[in-house]
C-alpha cells in the first residue's frame, strides 16, 4: 500500500512539473539588426539586403504574417516556422525607383511570441549623380552582366575611386555568394583608383537575377555603398526550318 502511494506521489510530481515545463515554455524572437542601412544608392535599381530571425525562445517560433510598408519593399520568407535556437533569413528587396535624397522604409512582423508585432526599418541614401558621391565614385554604379545572345558573358570590371586624402578600407556588409564572386583589394589609396571583377557562379549563368551587395568604409561616417547587380539571359530564337 505505502508502495502504491509513493508511487502515485512520484508520478503526480512528474506530471506536475511536464505541465509547469509546457506551461512555462514560450516562443521568443530576437532581431540582432533590426535597421538595414543601404547607405548610398541609384535610382531606378533593385537594392537587397535582410536580417536574420532567431528563434531564441524555449517554444517553436511562428512567424504568421510579414507586411512591408510600401510596395516598393517585397520580404519574402525562407520559412515561418523556427525551432529554439534556428534561425532564418528574411531578405528584402527595395525598388528605389524615382526616389531622391534619404529613405525610411518599415517591415511589420507578427509573431506567437509575448510581443506579437514587431517593426524592422531599412534607410538610405538615393543618389541621381552617383559620379559625385563621397568618399569613393563607383563606375559602373549598376553591374550590368546580362547576356543576350550565346556568347558566353559571366563577368564585369568596375572601379572606385578615392576621392578623399586619405587611404580607405573597406567589408562587406551584406554579400549574397551564391551568385557571384568579387574580386576587390581592400585597401584603396588616397586619391587613386582600384579595379574589381564580378563573375557570376556558374549555378547562375543561365538565371535571371537582380541582387546587391553592400559594403561599409572606414572613413569618419561609416559610409555604406550598395551596388546592384542584375542579370538577364536571353538567347537568340532560331529560325524556322522549312521541309
Not at 58 to 81: F, R, Y
Not at 125 to 130: F, G, P, R
Not at 132 to 157: A, C, E, F, M, W
Amino acid at each position: 500500500m505505502r508502495t502504491k502511494t509513493i508511487k502515485s506521489i512520484i508520478l503526480a510530481i512528474i506530471v506536475a512539473l511536464a505541465i509547469g515545463s509546457t506551461a512555462l515554455a514560450e516562443a521568443a524572437l530576437t532581431i540582432p539588426q533590426e535597421n538595414f542601412d543601404f547607405g548610398i544608392m541609384p535610382q531606378n535599381s533593385k537594392v537587397t539586403g535582410g536580417y536574420w530571425l532567431v528563434s531564441s525562445g524555449s517554444d517553436t517560433l511562428k512567424i504568421t504574417d510579414v507586411k512591408p510598408g510600401c510596395g516598393c519593399t517585397k520580404a519574402p520568407l525562407q520559412k515561418n516556422i523556427i525551432a529554439p535556437g534556428d534561425s532564418t533569413f528574411l531578405e528584402i528587396t527595395f525598388s528605389s525607383k524615382q526616389y531622391t535624397n534619404r529613405v525610411y522604409k518599415t517591415i511589420r512582423i507578427n509573431s506567437n511570441t509575448s510581443e506579437p508585432s514587431r517593426t524592422i526599418s531599412l534607410t538610405g541614401m538615393v543618389k541621381v549623380a552617383m559620379d559625385s558621391t563621397n568618399p569613393v565614385v563607383i563606375k559602373p554604379y549598376i553591374l550590368d552582366v546580362s547576356q543576350y545572345g550565346t556568347r558566353k558573358r559571366d563577368h564585369i570590371y568596375f572601379n572606385m575611386e578615392n576621392v578623399t586624402d586619405k587611404d580607405l578600407t573597406w567589408h562587406m556588409v551584406h554579400y549574397p555568394g551564391e551568385y557571384f564572386d568579387i574580386e576587390f583589394p581592400h585597401t584603396i589609396k588616397a586619391g587613386e583608383t582600384a579595379k574589381g571583377t564580378l563573375t557570376v557562379k556558374p549555378e547562375y549563368v543561365n538565371g535571371n537575377f537582380d541582387q546587391s551587395f553592400t559594403i561599409e568604409f572606414d572613413n569618419q561616417g561609416k559610409t555604406h555603398f550598395t551596388i546592384p547587380v542584375t542579370r538577364t539571359v536571353r538567347h537568340p530564337e532560331k529560325p524556322a526550318t522549312g521541309k
